[in-house]
C-alpha cells in the first residue's frame, strides 16, 4: 500500500500569541514545505489585554490562520468565555475549535481523539473540566469494534499521570503533575502519538509498547511529546513536526515494527515483587562474577540468576557487507542494568541525560572523576550505534573534556567490547601536568605487550566500524590528542586492563584501585560524589541547554 503521509505540526500552549505563532509557521513552512494541519494543546487563548485585541483581528478576518488550526477547549477558567459551547465549532477562518472531547477523522483517514481541560476535582464539573463520563464517551465508541486496534493520534490539555515511567525524567513535578484518568484513558486507547501541554515544559518520552512481550501480539508503539509554551523565554521547544500515514492505510507489519529504544508501557506497572529474581545463593561462576564488575549498577549477589547464560560468546557473524540497521536486543531493556527505561538502573548516578545517551558517574570508580557515557537504549558497543546516537556520544566526549581540562586533567576513554550487553565508554580523567599524553600511550602499549596483546594504533578518522564489524569482540582507547589504539580479542581478555594501565605506577599510581571492589562507596557517598560532578559538570553539560 502506497499512502501519501499527512504532514502534522503541534503545538504547545499558545496563550493568545497567535502572531508569534504563525510567523513560525509560516518560516518553517518556507524551508520544509507545506504541512496539512496545526493542532494545538493546551492553553490556546490569554486573557491578557494584548492577547484579546490580537484574537480580535483574527476573529474579525483581518488577519488570517495560513494553515488549517485545531485547538482544544479552555485549560482555566479564565479563558473558558472564548468558546461558546461544549461543541466544536470554527472559531475563525481557518482556526476551528475540536470540541471538549471526542473523536475527529480528516479526509485522509488520520483519526485523533482529544479531550480538553484538567480533570474536574468533583461534579459537577466547571466548563474547563473534564470528567470520567467525558472518557467513556471518547473510549466507547472506538473500543466497541471488535477490531480496534488503536488511534493515530491523542490530543489532551494535561499530561497523562506517571507517563515517566520506565524512561527519560522530565522537568515537571512528578509528585503532582498529569491525570490519572488520563493516564487510563490512553493505555486503552493506544494512540501512536500522544500530545499534551500546561506544563511549560518539553518532553519527548521514550516510545513505549502497547503489548505485553510473549504474551500478546506485537501492536504498535506510542509516543509522548508534551510541549512548551509559544515563545517562552527559555527557548524550549513549542512546535513539533512529524510526518504519519493513518494506521487504517498501513501494512500491519510495517505499523508494529519497534524502534530500538522501546520501553515498558509506563501505565501497566508490575508489582515489584513479580520482577525480583529468585536468589541463586553463591551459584555464580567467576565469570559471572566479572561481568558484574563493571560498575553502574547495584549488581547484589541476589541479581546472579539473571546474569546466568548471558555471559556466553556471541558467534562471530560472517558476512557484514549488508549490515545497515543495528541488531535487535539480545535481551529486552527492562532486563538490562544499562538501560535507562531499566529498573534496575541506579538513578541516583546519572550526571545527565541527552536525548539519545546519558551520562553516570562509574560505580567504583577509579578516581572521582571516573564516569561512563552510556546510550539511552540497548546497544551493546560503539560500531552498533545508530548515527544520531553516535554523534551525542561525540557531544559528550567533547563536553567532558572541557570540562575536566577546566580542572587541570586530560580524559582517557576506553570501551571494552567482550563479556558486556551494553556499551560503556569509560571516561577517566588524568592530571595534565603529571600524565603526558604520550606516557598514557605508552603504558597501554608497553602492558598489552607484556600480556601478549597486539594494541594497534588506528587512523584518528577511521570508522570502527570497519575495523571492527559488529559482532568482533575488541578493546578500544582513545586519548586526549585523538590518538586511537585498538586490540581485536581473541581469548582470555583480562577484562579490568584498562583500569589497570591507567592505575599503574607510571600514570595514576593507585594500583590497589585498579580492582573495583576496593573502591566501593556507600550509597550515601556515591549520591554525594554525583551531586557534586552534576553541578561542576553543568556549564558544561549541553543537555541543560535545550
Ligand atoms: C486556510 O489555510 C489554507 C492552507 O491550509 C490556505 O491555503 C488558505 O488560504 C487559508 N484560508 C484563509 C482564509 O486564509
Ligand atoms: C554478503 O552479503 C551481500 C549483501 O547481502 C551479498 O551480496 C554477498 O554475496 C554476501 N557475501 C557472502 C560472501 O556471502
Ligand atoms: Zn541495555
Redesign the pocket.
Known amino acids: 500500500m502506497e499512502e501519501k503521509p499527512v504532514r502534522v505540526l503541534v503545538c504547545g500552549d499558545v496563550e493568545g500569541k497567535l502572531g508569534a505563532l504563525y510567523s513560525r509557521v509560516l518560516s518553517i513552512q518556507k524551508k520544509t514545505g507545506q504541512f496539512d494541519l496545526l493542532l494545538c494543546v493546551g492553553e490556546f487563548f490569554s486573557s491578557t489585554p494584548e492577547a484579546e485585541e490580537e484574537w480580535q483581528r483574527y476573529k474579525s478576518g483581518a488577519k ?5 488550526t485545531y485547538i482544544l477547549g479552555a485549560g482555566s477558567e479564565a479563558t473558558a468565555k472564548n468558546f461558546p459551547s461544549a461543541d466544536g465549532c470554527e472559531l475563525a ?2 482556526i476551528t475549535y475540536l470540541g471538549r472531547r471526542g473523536v475527529f477523522t480528516g479526509a485522509s483517514g488520520l483519526q485523533i481523539a482529544y479531550v480538553s481541560g484538567c480533570e474536574a476535582p468533583q461534579e459537577p464539573a466547571p466548563p474547563h473540566c473534564f470528567t470520567p463520563k467525558d472518557l467513556a464517551a471518547v473510549l466507547a465508541p472506538l473500543t466497541a469494534s471488535s477490531k480496534f486496534r488503536g488511534i493515530d493520534i491523542l490530543l489532551t490539555s494535561q499530561w497523562p499521570r506517571g507517563v515517566w515511567h520506565y524512561a527519560n525524567n522530565p522537568e515537571v513535578n512528578t509528585k503532582s503533575c498529569g491525570s490519572s484518568a488520563l493516564a487510563n484513558l490512553a493505555d486503552k486507547l493506544k494512540p501512536r502519538y500522544h500530545f499534551a501541554a500546561l506544563e511549560g515544559a518539553h518532553y519527548e518520552r521514550l516510545p513505549y509498547r502497547n503489548h505485553v512481550v510473549l504474551q500478546e501480539n506485537a501492536q504498535h508503539v506510542t509516543r509522548f511529546i508534551a510541549l512548551a509554551t509559544v515563545n517562552n523565554p527559555a527557548k524550549k521547544k513549542y512546535l513539533y513536526a512529524f510526518n504519519i500515514i493513518p494506521m487504517k492505510a498501513m501494512d500491519p507489519s510495517e505499523l508494529v515494527k519497534q524502534p530500538q529504544d522501546v520501553t515498558e508501557n509506563p501505565y501497566r506497572r508490575v508489582a515489584k515483587d513479580k520482577r525480583e529474581t529468585p536468589k541463586t545463593g553463591s551459584g555464580a561462576t567467576a565469570e559471572e562474577e566479572e561481568q558484574r564488575t563493571q560498575f553502574f549498577f547495584d549488581l547484589s549477589r541476589d541479581r546472579g540468576g539473571i546474569a546466568r547464560g548471558r555471559g556466553r560468546k556471541r558467534p562471530l557473524e560472517g558476512n557484514w557487507s549488508g549490515h545497515k540497521q543495528p541488531r535487535k536486543h539480545p535481551l529486552p531493556p527492562g532486563e538490562c542494568w544499562f538501560c535507562l527505561a531499566s529498573p534496575q538502573v541506579e538513578k541516583h548516578l546519572v550526571v545527565s541525560i541527552g536525548t539519545h545517551c546519558y551520562l553516570a558517574l562509574a560505580k567504583g570508580g577509579l578516581n572521582a572523576g571516573h564516569v561512563l557515557i552510556l546510550p539511552i537504549g540497548h546497544y551493546q558497543s560503539t560500531v552498533e550505534l545508530a548515527s544520531e546516537v553516535l554523534q551525542e556520544m561525540d557531544k559528550y566526549k567533547v563536553a567532558l573534556r572541557s570540562f575536566y581540562k577546566s580542572r587541570g586533567e586530560r580524559c582517557v576513554l576506553f570501551e571494552r567490547n567482550y563479556r558486556s550487553q551494553h556499551l560503556q565508554l569509560q571516561v577517566v580523567p588524568l592530571p595534565l601536568d603529571r600524565c603526558a599524553t604520550d606516557d598514557i600511550k605508552e603504558a597501554f602499549v608497553v602492558q598489552a605487550q607484556d600480556q601478549q596483546m597486539e594494541l594497534m594504533e588506528i587512523p584518528q578518522h577511521s570508522d570502527l566500524k570497519q575495523i571492527a564489524p559488529p559482532g568482533t569482540p575488541y578493546f578500544y582507547v582513545e586519548l586526549d590528542s585523538g590518538e586511537k589504539l585498538f586490540h581485536r580479542i581473541q581469548r582470555n581478555f583480562p577484562l579490568q586492563f584498562g583500569r589497570e594501565v591507567l592505575a599503574s605506577e607510571p600514570l595514576l599510581n593507585i594500583p590497589t584501585r585498579a580492582d573495583w571492589k576496593e573502591c566501593k562507596q556507600s550509597r550515601a557517598e556515591e549520591e554525594a560524589a554525583c551531586a557534586q560532578l552534576r553541578d561542576a559538570f553543568q556549564p558544561y553539560d549541553f543537555a541543560w541547554d535545550d
Do not use: H, R, S, W
Open positions: 488570517k490562520a495560513p494553515i488549517q477562518d481557518n
